[in-house]
Structure formats: structure tokens, C-alpha cells
């Protein structure tokens, strides 16, 4: 075996329809809904992508949430089984990924759904408010951005300074993610993730840069590096105080 294999996309929906039968032999009246998530869902998978599901369960006792995950030689399948109070329960759920996490599930495409539970999936992702969101801005400029600030400056001061670009590239994917939690936007996939933030509003200054710098690959200048991570820093704390995201405190806060 060597690795994935190219497999059509008849012959990924056919995979898909076999598990989703053996799925509804298992669950049986338990079955709440099934669907496809991810590439499949959106019809951009290409001939080496994955088979995502998502198998929902009638709610009982106890919360179900685990998955299948397995290759079979030219291909890879993953089945992810929640209860339906579970998944909803998540969907309303803001994380600081939420504008990754949770697109998948307004692009989820039904293959059983008698109860029409994708609709009420969709609308659990739609229903958290902007306080939500705002905590969660506020918990990755102080989780994240600080902390790559003070790494940024800790290794282009003492080294290596070979660890520039990586924290070039994770500070990009959190000030993303920054950018879809403020205009509650969703990415379609973590390849576009960069890309499609670059799209939207309202975006601090030297982001598209440093952002243009990661797409690029163009990392290997350590002094470039720093530069466009302290350009970009100094955006987004005019950002931040712009729309009164406070992350700075003078005291304890306990």
C-alpha cells in the first residue's frame, strides 16, 4: 500500500451510500440523520480526499460522541457519531476554530433525513449571540497573539530564529480566526482559511501582509519575518481598541 489513492467521485458517493446502509443496519430506530460533511459535502473533493460523515442519534440517557476512523488501502473514511442534543449542543458552541469547526456544518449535505434535523443543525450554528463571539476574540488576542508576540520577540532577540516562520504562519491562522469571530463569518475549508479572511472587512492593518508573506513561502528572511509580525502587531492592537476588544488589564483579574 501506498498511501491514498485516486478514487472518482462516483466511486467516493457509492462509499458513502455503502456506509450510510450499514450505518441505518446498525443504529436501526435509533437513527436520527445522516450526512456528509467537508469536500464531499461542497462538491470540491478531489480524487485523493476522504469520505466525512456525520451519523446523528435520537437523544437518550446518556450523550453520545465518538468516531469511526479507518483506511481501506486506497481510501480513508470517517464516521462521526453524536447524539442529537450532543451535536446541537456543539453547534451552538463558540470556540476560538468556530469560524473553521463549524462551517462544515452549514455545508453539510443530507443522505437520511427524515426530521429534517441538517435545518436545526444550521440554525444552532446561526443562534449564539455576539457577546459569544466577543469572549472569544478576546481569548486569542490574550492566549494566542500575546503569547506569539513575546516568542516572536524571544526569538529573533536570543534565537533560533528558525522558528520565525512557523509562528508567522500559526499568528496568521489565529488572526483569521480573529477576523471570521468578529464578522461571525465561517471559512469553507482550513485550505482557504487565509485566502477567504483576506476577503472579508474590517481586517487589522499588516495582516494582508504577513498573510501575503505565509502564502508566499517566501519565510526564509528572518529580519522580513519579524518586520511584517511587529507591523502586524501594531495593527491589531489599534484594532482591538478600535471595536473596544480589551485585552490589556493593570491588575489581577481575581
Known amino acids: 500500500m501506498n498511501g491514498p489513492q485516486a478514487v472518482t467521485k462516483e466511486e467516493r458517493r457509492a462509499i458513502a451510500r455503502e456506509i450510510a446502509d450499514r450505518l441505518k443496519q446498525v443504529y436501526g430506530d435509533n437513527l436520527k440523520a445522516i450526512g456528509l460533511y467537508g469536500s464531499m459535502a461542497r462538491g470540491t473533493d478531489g480524487p485523493f480526499s476522504d469520505t466525512e460523515m456525520l451519523c446523528v442519534l435520537r437523544s437518550g440517557d446518556e450523550p453520545v460522541d465518538f468516531s469511526h476512523e479507518w483506511a481501506a488501502g486506497a481510501w480513508k473514511a470517517e464516521v462521526n457519531v453524536y447524539s442529537e442534543e450532543e451535536l446541537l449542543q456543539y453547534a451552538r458552541t463558540v470556540e476560538d ?3 473553521l469547526s463549524h462551517g462544515a456544518f452549514l455545508t453539510a449535505l443530507p443522505l437520511y433525513d427524515p426530521d429534517g434535523f441538517f ?22 488576542l490574550v492566549g494566542e497573539m500575546f503569547e506569539f508576540a513575546g516568542k516572536w520577540r524571544n526569538a529573533n532577540a536570543q534565537g533560533p530564529r528558525t522558528y520565525l516562520p512557523y509562528l508567522a504562519m500559526e499568528t496568521v491562522h489565529y488572526a483569521a480566526m480573529l477576523i471570521g469571530l468578529h464578522h461571525r463569518r465561517t471559512y ?3 485550505a482557504k482559511v487565509i485566502p477567504e479572511a483576506m ?12 498573510a501575503q508573506l505565509v502564502l508566499s513561502g517566501e ?3 528572518p529580519d522580513g519575518v519579524f518586520l511584517a509580525c511587529e507591523a ?11 471595536h473596544d476588544y480589551a485585552f490589556i488589564t493593570e491588575r489581577i483579574p481575581f
Open 97 to 99: 476554530t468556530w469560524p
Open 119 to 140: 435545518d436545526d443543525l444550521k440554525a444552532a450554528v446561526q443562534s449564539p449571540d455576539v457577546a459569544d463571539f466577543r469572549e472569544n476574540i478576546r481569548s486569542i
Open 188 to 190: 469553507s475549508t482550513g
Open 199 to 210: 476577503t472579508l472587512p474590517d481586517r487589522p492593518d499588516g495582516f494582508d501582509a504577513l
Open 219 to 221: 519565510l526564509s528572511d
Open 232 to 242: 502586524f502587531w501594531t495593527g491589531l492592537q489599534a484594532w482591538a481598541e478600535e
